[in-house]
């Protein structure tokens, strides 16, 4: 099995939900199958920094996107590297950041095991 990097960017995450399939503030509905992970070098958090992390699939194609995965962290991040779950996607899924207090300049990379 080929592990590719499906998705990469940094973006400067403030208020606003922010795609990184899409690479905007539009949620995507990629349909790519695979197993997905999430990579993010969080070297610029600080105290009083909240990142929230979320991950949006679709149960079966027509149904509606749902927030499937989420995480919420806080403060300077020590290992400042954050790697998501494998999450099994296919049928229109998303990863979101979204700074709930502060901004954030966020590595990230999206890899993909299909």
């Known amino acids: 099995m080929a592990i590719t990097q ?4 940094t973006e400067a995450v403030g208020a606003t939900e922010h795609s990184c399939v899409n690479d905007s ?16 070098d969080l070297s610029d958090m600080v105290a009083g920094d909240e990142l929230q992390i979320r991950c949006y699939e679709k149960c079966r ?8 995965w989420q995480s919420n962290l806080v403060g300077a991040q020590s290992p400042p590297y954050f790697v998501s779950p494998s999450l099994i996607l296919m049928h229109g899924w998303d990863f979101t950041l979204d700074a709930i207090a502060g901004t954030i300049t966020v590595l990230w990379s999206i890899r993909q095991v299909a």
């Open 6 to 9: 499906l998705y990469s960017g």
């Open 61 to 68: 194609s027509g149904d509606t996107q749902r927030i499937v």
């Open 25 to 40: 503030s539009s949620i995507a509905t990629d349909t790519t199958d695979g197993v997905f992970q999430l990579h993010l």
